[in-house]
């Protein structure tokens, strides 16, 4: 059952070939021997559960297209009487006394949650080797990084430990590990997906979506998780689409920019060779090639990591040993309790954020550091504009390498280049995609696809008509 995709579990339970409890504990089975670390929390009674009132609303006629299907939920979304960590020490004790929107609307679908999938902390990270749980395994090569900060629910479905997962993306959190797993993942325009009971570390820049198997199972996906909620301030009252009702349309006609910034030094050769097969496999259904220039895009990263910062140390403020998560024992005094929780509870590149953030929004250094990054964030955003007035999407690499090995990076900075090629969709709110497009060194690539404001439905198309003439996204490690 692990082999086939969300949209075939679907028609199989719709032709009542099984029921959600049956794959609701093959699922589970399999994560309880798999070694890859993706799960923090597995909710085998509660996902057990959910799938008996899932058959019986399905027996009944009462059921949606997604009741009965299994998930991973990225353990940043709020679930009441769930332990809810963001990977963090500071929030190993908290059980979320409410459900995030994204929650609530995947149980209100009928979904079962299997359990809460491992990640970066506080979604700080390109690699998932700063969780508070330890580090999650690619389940291509166990020596290697999945990606992060969503590498716990990348491995999940890469492995078939699940249909599909909840991933978040601030600087490429879905896309980064989607590449290097092997897996669809979809970045929607920031304000498609509301942030409500997501536990934030960039409020302007964090956005949810789905990852799967493939672009028509991501178009279910996003159906259900996608609208308008008055409880998020930033969440866009735009109406949703039918996000599967253009799958088919031809793609003939088709303008693809390829930002010259993209292919420049750094990019592994391996991954340049795939992405340009990958290109050429469009060029064969109809779709012509512009080359562009996204000039800003070099200061992507310099620009991403003040406005991150600045964001995650005032979020994270609220998180102090008082009120609720970690609190260190016998403290002497209030500031003896704030510095030793923080300190104790939160881990080295959280620390590090935060204290870039407070030292960038300090009187004497805010105009230097924080209005210029968002000054120079507009001039990311006009590129992009500029660009989508020539050609319909914009493509390119997801990740400058294949993953890399465990414990291999050491510094920070080098750690941030992996996110060189994703950070620029963030800074402009605009959706993106990866897609699986083929393997260097016998480890999966990704094709990056970046869209105009609201164009998931063309986005998801495009990936559709690729995976119907290659077969990449169907490519399974060979243990799983």
Not at 25 to 38: C, P, T
Not at 221 to 226: P, Y
Not at 354 to 364: F, H
Request: charged share 20%.
């Amino acid at each position: 059952m692990h082999t086939k995709t969300l949209t075939q579990l679907v028609d199989g339970l719709a032709k009542k070939e099984f029921s959600s409890t049956e794959i609701t504990q093959h699922f589970i089975n399999r994560i309880k021997s798999s070694k890859l670390n993706a799960f923090i929390t597995v909710t085998e009674d509660l996902a057990l559960e959910q799938a008996r009132v899932a058959d019986d609303r399905i027996a009944n006629n009462d059921n949606g297209v997604l009741t009965g299907v299994p998930y991973a939920h990225k353990d940043i979304f709020c679930t009441k009487g769930v332990k809810t960590s963001a990977g963090s020490k500071m929030l190993d004790n908290f059980i979320a006394p409410y459900d995030s929107t994204v929650s609530h609307k995947l149980n209100t679908a009928g979904t079962v949650m299997l359990g809460k999938s491992n990640m970066d902390e506080f979604a700080m990270g390109s690699s998932n080797e700063n969780s508070y749980y330890g580090s999650v395994k690619n389940p291509w090569n166990l020596n290697k990084i999945p990606g992060g900060s969503s590498g716990g629910s990348a491995a999940s479905v890469a492995a078939r430990l699940s249909p599909f997962a909840t991933g978040t993306d601030t600087g490429g959190s879905i896309r980064q590990p989607s590449s290097l797993c092997g897996i669809t993942g979809l970045k929607p325009t920031y304000g498609r997906v509301s942030r409500y009971g997501m536990i934030a570390y960039a409020s302007s820049l964090d956005q949810a979506g789905p990852m799967t198997q493939t672009a028509e199972d991501a178009a279910l996906v996003l159906n259900v998780m996608a609208g308008f909620d008055s409880k998020d301030s930033t969440s866009s009252d735009k109406n949703v689409e039918d996000y599967t009702a253009k799958l088919e349309d031809s793609i003939k006609g088709l303008k693809i920019g390829l930002p010259k910034e993209f292919f420049s030094e750094g990019l592994d050769d391996g991954v340049a060779e795939n992405i340009m097969h990958a290109i050429k496999e469009f060029e064969s259904m109809g779709a012509s090639v512009k080359e562009i220039s996204l000039p800003n895009s070099s200061y992507a990263i310099p620009t991403y990591y003040i406005v991150a910062p600045c964001e995650c140390s005032s979020n994270l403020s609220r998180m102090d040993g008082v009120r609720y998560g970690y609190r260190c024992e016998d403290p002497k005094d209030l500031e003896d309790l704030y510095l030793r929780s923080r300190s104790e509870g939160f881990g080295k590149e959280v620390q590090r954020r935060i204290m870039i953030g407070a030292y960038a929004l300090s009187a004497g250094y805010y105009d230097a550091y924080y209005l210029k990054a968002q000054k120079v964030r507009h001039l990311i955003s006009d590129d992009f504009k500029r660009a989508f007035k020539d050609v319909d999407v914009v493509m390119g690499p997801v990740s400058p390498t294949t993953a890399f090995d465990l414990g291999s990076v050491k510094d920070p900075v080098s750690m941030y280049l992996a996110d060189i090629y994703t950070l620029s969709a963030n800074l402009a709110g605009l959706p993106g995609m990866s897609i699986p497009a083929g393997f260097s060194n016998n480890l999966p690539v990704g094709l990056q696809l970046i869209g105009n404001y609201w164009s998931e439905s063309i986005l998801l198309n495009i990936a559709h008509k690729f995976q119907q003439q290659t077969d990449w996204h169907n490519k399974a490690p060979k243990e799983y």
